[in-house]
């Protein structure tokens, strides 16, 4: 005895199938899509942050304490319009930016992406300043 299962139900269950197929494939791209804009987005703000401690640099004749980096924001906000930086949860970073500063004339500013984007990879990059 062999069971013959109606043409109309292969038809439905394929379609079925390939309906949440793409389904997928379409939530994995929009996720993915987060995360490169989430990058670019951090890697702006990064390079914005740069060059607010640069014009500091030229304004106080050194960068910033990480104290004053991380609790003055009324001192901040005259070199950055939006201070502090939103904060974007990247899955595998405690926090989007990391700032240190080993001498006055020098700085540390990390930052962390969920994907690569440009010349940077996922996780932690870093800008530095050197004398």
């Not at 702006?44 to 050194?62: C, E, P, T, W």
């Not at 906000?77 to 939006?82: A, D, E, I, P, R």
Request: glycine share 8%; charged share 15%.
């Amino acid at each position: 005895m062999q069971l013959r299962i109606p043409k109309q139900i292969i038809q439905f269950l394929s379609s079925l199938l390939a309906a949440v197929i793409l389904l997928v494939g379409v939530l994995m791209g929009v996720g993915e899509g987060k995360k490169l804009a989430q990058s670019a987005v951090l890697a702006g703000n990064s390079a914005a942050v740069v060059k607010g401690l640069h014009y500091f640099y030229q304004d106080q004749g050194r960068f910033p304490t990480a104290m004053e980096f991380l609790d003055n924001r009324n001192l901040m906000l005259n070199y950055f319009t939006v201070f502090p930086m939103k904060v974007i949860p990247v899955a595998g970073c405690s926090e989007n930016f990391a700032y240190q500063r080993p001498t006055q004339q020098t700085f540390k500013l990390g930052f962390c992406l969920p994907v690569p984007w440009s010349a940077f990879h996922a996780g932690w990059n870093q800008f530095t300043e050197k004398d």
